[in-house]
Structure formats: structure tokens, C-alpha cells
């Protein structure tokens, strides 16, 4: 038994590759040691069948000996997910000695069912700061919490706000959303070639942003920012990264404030870690996170950040960030982006980062050690 690893079901929301929870369970997959661990992976990804994201890690994961279960989506039949979740356990439930469960809402159905097949460790995963955009989901969600809590045997959350949101005065372990700083360095080379490619002068000032196309990120009130910001700079430029399901309505916002000429909306790209390059600030204007894996990344890049005061401030690791109540003058805002475009690249942000237990490697082995623990009892 010594020399087989510990076999860890990962159930997460997608492997959409824009979604952070997505990039950081991918990333442990990449940096973990399979003697030791060894990843399979759930999601509910997926609508009578058919995967719902273009860009996705599942075919990646598989390639390299991970098993990708998927159910049907959860908010179009709660029924039928969990009866479809009651199926993969019932079938291999009991090849798992740990179940790490991301989705804090779907944790009564997916945690009871591991408990159910015998699975003795069940680890739940903060990653937020609320549980919704949207009143009547935080409604919803607030039982569900609390009865999922009620299986887990163990916890875990990206930052502390995220674990005191979730887990209040219960004890639970910080294990950070770590990255491979290396691969976001920047890169001048990366930069020419994008912004020739993206139609973006060297000289132009790019404000980017970075997440799902929901309204958790808020791109719209970014964008009417940017638009004043814009009055102040024509030549600016705003990249915004990644897809979702408000695409179309923040379309509209674009179009509406006439900047579709010069708001960029480049969708899920595998070569992010290039693209933070282009940028010369990074912009969250946030309703909630948890500790964002793009601010991680963006930073790793030198980038001087803005953010909502609604992301928490651990968010700033490097202690270079800035942050501003959405409440705030519009104009103040426009004042905090070109304060920070002024500042310039901030280059010693990847070695805070690696000294503050940032990179994937260190956070995989954590992990790792975390699950060992776990499994000697201790």
C-alpha cells in the first residue's frame, strides 16, 4: 500500500481553461509528484452531454492519465445532477481515498455521496468571499453551504477571507493559488509580437482585464471607466481576456459607449501568460473573489493593479496594488488607472511572489503534503 499513491478525485465546476478555480487544480495536476498523488477529475461542465467551453483542459488532463468524469450542468436539473453524481460514485467511488470538492454549493450531494461509498477524507474548497452575484442564488446557496459543511472532514480556502466566509470560526488550512511565476515573467519580445497581432501600438496605453464574462467581474463597470479614461488618452487600449455568458450584453456596454474600435475582446486564449505582457495595467473592478489566480498572474508580470475594494486585500501580495470602493467618483477611478500606468513595470514582483509561497511547484507540494497528513492521521 506504501508504494501506491493517494488517489484524490478533483470536483470542480468546469476545466474551462478562463475559470481560475480551473487553472489552479490544473496547475497542481502539472507540478504534482504522480508517485505520490495521483489527480481524476469531476465536473458538471457539460449540457446533455456536450461540453459547454471551447478552450478546456479535459482532452489535456486525460492525455496525461487523468480520468474526467462529467454530469450535466446543475442549475438546468438539480435532479438529474444529483441523481447523475449518485451514478460516477456508486461506479467508482471506491477508488478514492480523498475527495476534494470546489463547487461549496454542490458539496450536500457530492460529499454525502463520497461519505456514502466510504470515503473517510473529504475535503471542501473555499474559493470566494460570497457565494453569489445574485440575491435569490445567495438565498439558495446559504443552506447548501451549511449542510455540504456538514460532510466535509476537512477544509481548505485560497486566502483567509475566503475560508472565514465560508468556514467562519471552524479551523481550516490556507494553501495559496500558486503559479508557475516563470511562464508570466515579462516578456518585451511577447510584447511587440501580441500588440502587432491585436492592432496595438507600442506607444498605446493598454488597461487589461481578465476572468469569465459574468457578472462577478463586473467588465461593464470597467468598461465604462476605461471610456472616461479613454477621453483622457485616445490612443488607450482595453484587453479584456476571456468568454462567458454576458458576452452579449457587455457588447452592448462597448458599443453603447462608442469604444468598440478600441476595446479589445480577445476570448480564452492559451497564450494568457504572454498576453499580461501587452497590458501596462491590470483592472478588477470585482463585486467578490476569493484570491484571484489572474491578479497572481498579473503581478507575476509586473503589472500595477487596480481593484475593487470587494477583493480581498491579500489579493496585494506584492504590495503594489491599489484599491478603491466601486462606490467611489468615476473620475477618481479614471485618476487611480493613470496613476498607475505612471508607476511602470513593476520588476521585482516575481521574486516577492516566490518568497511569499507563490509559485505552483511550492503550492503542489503543500498539497501534496496536506493529502499525506491526511491520510497518516495526523
Not at 248 to 262: C, T, Y
Request: with cysteine.
Amino acid at each position: 500500500m506504501a508504494n501506491n499513491p493517494i488517489r484524490i478525485l478533483q470536483v470542480v465546476p468546469s476545466l474551462n481553461r478562463s475559470a481560475g478555480v480551473a487553472r489552479v487544480v490544473y496547475n497542481w495536476n502539472r507540478f504534482h509528484d504522480e508517485n505520490r498523488v495521483h489527480f481524476d477529475f469531476l465536473h458538471h461542465s457539460s449540457r446533455n452531454g456536450v461540453l459547454l467551453h471551447n478552450k478546456r483542459y479535459d482532452e489535456e488532463l486525460k492525455a496525461v492519465g487523468s480520468e474526467v468524469f462529467t454530469v450535466n450542468y446543475a442549475a438546468d436539473d438539480l435532479k438529474r445532477f444529483i441523481r447523475e453524481v449518485h451514478e460516477v460514485f456508486e461506479k467508482v467511488g471506491a477508488n478514492y481515498d480523498i475527495v476534494h470538492c470546489h463547487m461549496p454549493n454542490s458539496a450536500f450531494c457530492v460529499l454525502r455521496e463520497a461519505e456514502l461509498v466510504g470515503i473517510e477524507h473529504r475535503v471542501l474548497h473555499s474559493h470566494l468571499n460570497n457565494s453569489s452575484d445574485k440575491f435569490l442564488h445567495r438565498l439558495r446557496n446559504a443552506p447548501l453551504n451549511a449542510i455540504g459543511k456538514h460532510y466535509a472532514t476537512d477544509y481548505i480556502a485560497c486566502s483567509d477571507d475566503a475560508g472565514r466566509f465560508l468556514f467562519g470560526s471552524r479551523p481550516f488550512t490556507v494553501i495559496n493559488n500558486g503559479i508557475p511565476l516563470e511562464q508570466f515573467a515579462y516578456d518585451s519580445e511577447s510584447r511587440k509580437l501580441l500588440r502587432s497581432e491585436l492592432g496595438i501600438k507600442e506607444t498605446d496605453p493598454v488597461v487589461g482585464c481578465v476572468g469569465r464574462l459574468v457578472k462577478q467581474k463586473n467588465f461593464p463597470f470597467a468598461v465604462r471607466v476605461f471610456a472616461k479614461f479613454h477621453e483622457a488618452f485616445p490612443d488607450a487600449k482595453m484587453l479584456i481576456l476571456g468568454d462567458g455568458d454576458d458576452r452579449e450584453e457587455l457588447e452592448g456596454i462597448i458599443s453603447s459607449e462608442h469604444l468598440s474600435n478600441v476595446v479589445i475582446l480577445a476570448g480564452v486564449r492559451e497564450d494568457i501568460n504572454k498576453l499580461y505582457s501587452v497590458m501596462d495595467v491590470f483592472f478588477m473592478p470585482s463585486l467578490y473573489e476569493g484570491l484571484p489566480v489572474s491578479a497572481v498572474e498579473a503581478q507575476a508580470a509586473g503589472l500595477p493593479c487596480v481593484y475593487s475594494d470587494n477583493v480581498p486585500r491579500e489579493t496585494d501580495i506584492t504590495g503594489t496594488g491599489t484599491f478603491l470602493s466601486l462606490d467611489a467618483d468615476i473620475d477618481k477611478w479614471t485618476k487611480t488607472l493613470e496613476n498607475a500606468f505612471n508607476r511602470g513595470r513593476l520588476t521585482d514582483n516575481p521574486v516577492l511572489l516566490e518568497q511569499r509561497g507563490y509559485s505552483a511547484k511550492a503550492n503542489a507540494e503543500l498539497l501534496m503534503q496536506h493529502y499525506e497528513r491526511l491520510m497518516e492521521g495526523k
